[in-house]
């Protein structure tokens, strides 16, 4: 009993001092339910991904623009048909773009699709949003 509740003790002491410190391990989005997608994402407006299908990490390098890097070597970008939809009212009335060329603010990566959003006077702005690949 005292092994555990010793145990169980450092355990909590490594987690307050790694939040403590600024650091902390951020864990696998939840997979998304998208049988019919070849990749997808719900994506918060600051870049964190909250449900993903082949997406393994978003990038928000500068206001309203992010770069979805695909997972799956399979899925070629260039011959894609991409989809993007606001998620919220952050940005009511604007607009989403998916470009699958590669770009410079995504380091010209081919596997990595950028995606633009516009608030409705059609300014970059920071929106939740979702990504699909058909």
Do not use: W
Not at 7 to 17: I, K, Q
Not at 51 to 66: F, H, I, L, Q
Request: proline share 6%.
């Amino acid at each position: 009993m005292r092994k555990r509740l010793s145990a169980t003790a450092a355990v909590l002491a490594a987690a307050l001092l790694a939040v403590g410190s600024g650091s902390a391990v951020a864990a696998d989005p939840p997979k998304a339910i998208a049988p019919y997608a070849q990749a997808a994402a719900s994506v918060a407006k600051n870049g964190d991904v909250l449900a993903a299908k082949n997406v393994d990490e978003v990038t928000n390098p500068s206001t309203g623009r992010y770069c979805v890097h695909i997972s799956d070597p399979d899925i070629d970008l260039a011959r894609s048909i991409p989809t993007g939809t606001l998620n919220g009212h952050e940005a009511k009335g604007g607009s989403v773009r998916v470009y699958t060329k590669p770009v410079g603010v995504c380091n010209n990566a081919p596997d990595t699709a950028y995606v633009s959003v516009f608030n409705k006077d059609g300014q970059f702005a920071n929106a939740a949003f979702f990504f699909t690949i058909q």
